[in-house]
Nanobody, 124 residues
Framework: QVQVVESGGGSVQSGGSLRLSCAAS????????MGWFRQAPGKEREGVAAIAHDGTITYVDSVKGRFTAARDNDKNTLYLQMNSLHFADTAVYYCAPCSVLSGLIMPVSSFRDWGQGTQVTVSS
């Protein structure tokens, strides 16, 4: 059974830091690009960071220099270190298998087993 479980969110002030984790199971983790996505109230889901199976990392422009993605293939775990958080980073963060096309991070279209996500709230 495919399962992803996100954790590590919380409430911080602008400029603060958080580290998110995503534990995945039930599919060939090592074969997939894995990505972080976020969705703020009233907005569409946005791809934030992606790590390909070969280790290539892609970030959306708005988080470059502030967020760092990493994966531990032995633990089937994805991480997102978020520094210098802005109010605009407030969202529910999710992880999912992904693809990257012309720099755009997208979830794998066939993926249906989204987790509950983890809430990140940044106060200004």
């Amino acid at each position: 059974q495919v399962q992803v479980v996100e954790s590590g969110g919380g409430s911080v002030q602008s400029g603060g830091s958080l580290r998110l984790s995503c534990a995945a199971s039930g599919f060939g983790w090592n074969l997939y690009c894995m990505g972080w996505f976020r969705q703020a109230p009233g907005k569409e889901r946005e791809g934030v960071a992606a790590i390909a199976h070969d280790g290539t990392i892609t970030y959306v422009d708005s988080v470059k220099g502030r967020f760092t993605a990493a994966r531990d293939n032995d633990k089937n775990t994805l991480y997102l270190q978020m520094n210098s958080l802005h109010f605009a980073d407030t969202a529910v963060y999710y992880c999912a298998p992904c693809s990257v096309l012309s720099g755009l991070i997208m979830p794998v279209s066939s993926f249906r087993d989204w987790g509950q996500g983890t809430q990140v709230t940044v106060s200004s």
